[in-house]
């Protein structure tokens, strides 16, 4: 079972370049999200999606945009890569809102220099 | 204000010990559930156990239990019998429901576990 599937899994970014992280599951979940994790700070909710065309922003949002085209696929855009975006990058999947699982990626380790 | 709050940024314990690891939370949702992560040093974040705000007994895995105290708004996870293995971080987490039929997850800051021989 391959569960969530997350690349690269590390991005070294000139800052002011652009990238994609992909995240893709073959769960068949309807619930994906996007974390990051600093130092010190736990994970922290960038933008999540309840369905395919549904997506809506969380906690860190800026500088981030998502889409979900797919049910299995929710890819996270970097615009204008800020050293400030520096982090592990961790994308997640559940059922739905009940769910008792959340199931994560292996993480992107993202550098901008 | 946090939502999920870890008081032990570090924690040691001997091998073969019980552990018990804090988190309090802070939600105005009567529908919650509270998860406990492993994150060993290689990254990957490891389910360890789930705990929902109706359920009436203390969820058990294997070795993990979790310490439910509602009224209290505390989920501690207890380890029993630690092993070398169970060295790594551990991060609590709060699944709340939003607008439009979601839900999320708003971690701790984590605490580092030690096991010692």
């Known amino acids: 079972n391959a569960g969530v599937t997350q690349t690269p899994k590390f991005q070294v970014l000139k800052t002011g370049q652009s990238m994609t992280l992909q995240c893709a599951q073959d769960?068949?979940?309807?619930?994906m999200s996007w974390y990051r994790q600093d130092p010190g700070m736990g994970l922290r909710l960038i933008h999540y999606?309840?369905?395919?065309?549904?997506?809506d922003q969380g906690e860190v949002p800026n500088g981030y945009n998502v889409s979900r085209s797919t049910t299995e696929d929710f890819p996270l855009r970097l615009l204008s890569a800020a050293p400030s975006q520096t982090s592990v990058y961790f994308c997640?999947?559940?059922?739905?809102?009940?769910?008792?699982?959340?199931?994560f990626g292996q993480g992107t380790r993202l550098t901008v220099v | 204000a946090q939502k999920i709050t870890q008081t032990q940024p570090g924690m040691f314990v001997q091998e073969k010990e019980a552990v018990t690891l804090d988190c309090t939370y802070d939600?105005?949702?009567?529908?919650?559930?509270l998860f406990w992560y492993k994150q060993p040093s290689s990254g990957e974040m490891i389910f360890l156990i789930y705990q929902g705000s109706y359920d009436q007994q203390n969820a058990t895995e294997g070795r993990y239990s979790l310490n439910f105290q509602k009224a209290r708004k505390s989920a501690n996870l207890v380890i029993s019998a630690s092993q070398l293995g169970d060295s790594a971080m551990y991060f609590c987490a709060m699944r709340e429901r939003v607008t439009g039929g979601g839900n999320k997850l708003t971690f701790g800051t984590g605490t580092q576990l030690k096991v010692e021989l």
């Open positions: 939600t105005s949702d009567p529908s919650y559930g």
């Open positions: 769960m068949n979940h309807e619930y």
């Open positions: 997640a999947s559940s059922l739905g809102q009940g769910d008792t699982e959340a199931f």
């Open positions: 999606s309840v369905g395919a065309g549904i997506t």
